[in-house]
């Protein structure tokens, strides 16, 4: 989420600490720091400036469920499509640095997901998927979550025992945090009932820390066949 230009290509994925959102996440989730990269417009002087804001519950580990073998469960989500905001964006793997630091790509058109938490589909659990709002320039592939209303549908791709497969959501609402007073229990939830917590950052933008103030986290669950058919992904 940084203006800053300099020798690194925004173009590449790198790995930097999970400043700008939900973020530094011990080994296990047991702990956590916003992640707050500067946004990209050229009125401001951004800075970049990481730092810890909370911690994760201890809760946060995914709940052991047997799964329906009708549902659709991804082991290895690799693709999140938002057809209202034409988003397309390859997701991958985060895990933990060994201070606690949750590990993003550096290229905000690539999107995490936290893989200690629920897998995208799964009965029980919050699978999340979090990205930059932009760095260097770049929007990021997660910037307008802000404008999704419920009923949007969001596409997770992955495989499921080796195949392609894609898992539907609809969205049932979109709040906006404060970071100081980000709701780790509800988000990090993982034995609430299985859901997609989509997170990036928002809101004013502090130039003297280069920070964010907001997190804009959207909710969605898997459609079923009471909501009807969705429109095809974009």
Request: aromatic share 6%; charged share 15%; with cysteine.
């Amino acid at each position: 989420m940084s203006t800053r230009t300099g020798s690194r290509d925004a173009t590449l994925v790198g790995w930097v600490p999970f400043a700008c959102m939900l973020a530094a996440i011990a080994l296990l989730a047991t702990s956590a720091v916003m992640w707050v990269l500067s946004p990209n417009w050229g009125l401001r002087n951004p800075i970049t400036a990481p730092r810890d804001i909370g911690v994760v519950p201890q809760s946060a580990s995914p709940v052991a469920v047997e799964q329906s073998a009708a549902r659709t469960v991804l082991e290895s989500p690799d693709r999140i499509v938002i057809p209202k905001l034409h988003t397309d964006a390859p997701i991958v793997a985060v895990g933990t640095e060994p201070s606690g630091a949750l590990q993003i790509p550096l290229d905000p058109r690539v999107t995490g997901w936290w893989r200690y938490g629920a897998e995208p589909g799964a009965a029980v659990g919050s699978a999340i998927i979090a990205g930059h709002i932009n760095y260097a320039g770049v929007e990021g592939a997660l910037a307008r979550i802000g404008t999704l209303d419920p009923g949007d549908r969001i596409v997770v791709y992955g495989l499921v025992a080796g195949r392609q497969q894609q898992v539907q959501f609809r969205v049932t609402g979109v709040r906006t945090y404060v970071k100081k007073t980000l709701p780790y229990q509800e988000i990090f939830d993982q034995r609430s009932i299985g859901r997609l917590v989509v997170v990036t950052c928002g809101g004013p933008f502090d130039a003297s820390t280069g920070n964010y103030l907001d997190n804009i986290v959207a909710y969605a669950v898997p459609v079923t066949a009471a909501d009807g058919t969705p429109p095809p992904p974009s």
